[in-house]
């Protein structure tokens, strides 16, 4: 049987029943010797087909490897017993597309209504709980993707001196997953802030998005309060400020931008090319 999957990996067929036909029963893919070889022969006289033992085999069948610690492992990586499928989808999914200049990054759920330690509770998604990744994505389709469960991903030693959060690390991780440098990346507030912006300079890529106002490197003087009195909050509607970073060699060009519209909004950016006035016209 293990052979049969050796087999079936330097020659595959279309489905794995097609070994066990004859090339009277398939022509095309047919085969005689394994066709024959697997069939069991009873001493009663009964004959067990080989495709039953096959379904058999497949179902019960368990690879272990003695060596590794399966608690160890657990602990540092749930996922440890489909982490290598995890490895080769995300191997695969970079060679089958190619990756335009503006992606985003984002969390993606994958929802299970089974129980599972890994589970989170999620009630603001129409998905439900489920299990969680960050993923890098262009035009719907998924680039890469990270599983939040375990530890991070460990990063080369040039990031080491920012103490980036795992999440931090996670994005980091997909950004370095891209085919080319200087990818622009849209992200939400969940991932943005300057610490972030600084790692992704090093990785060579660039950021964009909205970004909460408390330890994410908004400065005091572009930063606007929610005011809750309607008629006050209808005259600040439409204040910008924005201010640039200057004479920071590890997050040059950095702007971050806050926009008063129904409530305040903070944008942080190292894509912007320039900050300017432009006056936008619509028929009403």
């Known amino acids: 049987m293990i052979g049969l999957l050796f087999a079936n990996g330097i020659s595959p067929k279309p489905t794995m029943e097609l070994w066990f036909k004859t090339t009277t029963e398939h022509r095309l893919f047919g085969n005689d010797f394994i066709a024959a070889?697997?069939?069991k022969q009873m001493k009663d006289g009964k004959k067990v087909p080989g495709i039953r033992r096959w379904k058999h085999f497949r179902r019960f069948m368990c690879v272990y490897d003695f060596r590794v610690n399966a608690n160890t492992e657990k602990e540092r990586n749930p996922l440890w017993k489909v982490q290598s499928l995890l490895t080769e989808l995300n191997h695969q999914a970079k060679k089958m597309w190619l990756a335009?200049?503006?992606v985003s990054i984002d969390e993606q759920t994958l929802g299970f209504k089974g129980k599972s330690a890994m589970?989170?509770?999620i009630s603001y998604k129409r998905e439900g709980d489920g299990f969680q990744c960050d993923a890098v994505c262009d035009r719907g389709y998924t680039v890469a993707f990270y599983f939040r469960h375990g530890d991070a991903p460990i990063l080369p030693i040039a990031y080491k001196h920012l103490?980036?959060?795992?999440t931090a690390r996670r994005v980091v991780w997909l950004a370095l997953q891209l085919p080319y440098n200087w990818h622009c990346i849209f992200m939400d507030n969940l991932f943005n802030s300057r610490k972030?912006?600084?790692a992704l300079w090093i990785a060579q890529a660039l950021a964009h998005g909205v970004v909460r106002t408390s330890g994410r490197g908004i400065p005091t003087s572009i930063r606007q309060?929610?005011?809750?009195n309607a008629n006050k909050a209808e005259a600040l509607r439409g204040t910008t400020k924005a201010a640039k970073l200057l004479n920071c060699r590890q997050c040059p060009n950095l702007v971050a931008v806050?926009?008063?519209d129904t409530k305040p909004v903070h944008l942080l950016s190292s894509v912007s090319?320039?900050?300017?006035w432009l006056e936008k016209k619509r028929k009403v």
């Open 37 to 39: 070889a697997m069939d």
């Open 100 to 102: 335009g200049k503006w």
């Open 119 to 121: 589970k989170l509770r």
């Open 163 to 166: 103490e980036l959060s795992p």
């Open 196 to 198: 972030l912006f600084s």
């Open 225 to 228: 309060v929610e005011e809750k």
């Open 258 to 260: 806050s926009v008063y």
């Open 273 to 276: 090319e320039s900050v300017c």
